[in-house]
Nanobody, 126 residues
Framework: QVQLMESGGGSVQAGGSLILSCAAS????????MGWFRQAPGKEREGVAV???????SYSESVKGRFSISKDNAKNVLFLQMNRLKPEDTAMYFC????????????????????WGQGTQVTVSP
């Protein structure tokens, strides 16, 4: 069993930056594919970024060039650096982990994720 705990959310003005963190309770084979998803009120969950075990990365078109996903394997922590934030980035952000990555990465993890965090709120004001 793996527990995921997100942190780093908050309120920021458009153009600002935030760093989200996701701490995994332990390194586990069933959590080798990790990524970030978000859900705004009244909208479906959207994949943001996924990082595979071979360090290959996929971003959604809406965040490409502004967000950066990375992980610290030694500390079992996943990060999401968010720059040039826009009001449309406002959402609850969730960390997800699964036993494998399939291509394409984002829909693959969305379908196979076995663990989800509780989420951290990001609010971007105009």
């Amino acid at each position: 069993q793996v527990q995921l705990m997100e942190s780093g959310g908050g309120s920021v003005q458009a153009g600002g930056s935030l760093i989200l963190s996701c701490a995994a309770s332990a390194h586990h084979y069933s959590a080798t594919c990790m990524g970030w998803f978000r859900q705004a009120p009244g909208k479906e969950r959207e994949g943001v970024a996924v990082i595979a075990t071979d360090e290959s990365i996929s971003y959604s078109e809406s965040v490409k060039g502004r967000f950066s996903i990375s992980k610290d394997n030694a500390k079992n922590v996943l990060f999401l650096q968010m720059n040039r934030l826009k009001p449309e980035d406002t959402a609850m952000y969730f960390c997800a982990a699964g036993p494998w990555c399939t291509r394409p990465l984002i829909p693959g993890l969305s379908a196979s994720a076995r663990y989800w965090g509780q989420g951290t709120q990001v609010t971007v004001s105009p």
